[in-house]
């Protein structure tokens, strides 16, 4: 499993026109299932993502405090491309990413476990599957990428 996050000030989804999901400060989160991730990464990594010190704490002390200590908002955006490649012609590859139907499963799953892990209402995504238009405004810029190794069999 494949995460990029980025600390934003602000972070929206838009599919056909329509503001599906937006929040204020926190974290925009790319997330990308690779063909051999089990639940065991989706846990990984929903902890490591609420637990990511993104954030100064009230004393200035830089890397101190994640989303959850500073009450802030995380949208999740599903992106099978994180696992892409290229071609020898240079054609984009993505055979590593999991199959639509067990990924919508499995990224449901992760949006489950961030809504129990930290608060449901706190907790954003943008459509599964759908062409969607992502606008944030970065706060830094702060990027981070979480890789959880696939626990499943035939992983690379």
Known sequence: MRLVLQRVKSASVTVEGNVVSSIGPGVMALVGLHENDTEDNVQECCKK??????WANDNGGQWRHGVKQRN???????????????????????????????AKALYGQ???????????????????????????INDGPV???????PKGSNSE
């Open 72 to 102: 802030l908002e995380v949208l999740c955006v599903s992106q099978f491309t994180l696992y892409g490649t290229l071609s020898k012609k240079h054609q984009p590859d993505y055979k590593l990413a999991m199959k639509s139907i067990p």
């Open 110 to 136: 992760f949006l489950s476990l961030l809504k129990e892990s930290y608060q449901e209402d706190k907790i954003f995504d943008g459509k599964f599957g759908e062409m969607m238009d992502v606008e944030l």
């Open 49 to 54: 993502l609420l637990a990511a010190k993104l």
């Open 143 to 149: 990027t981070l990428v979480i890789e959880s190794e």
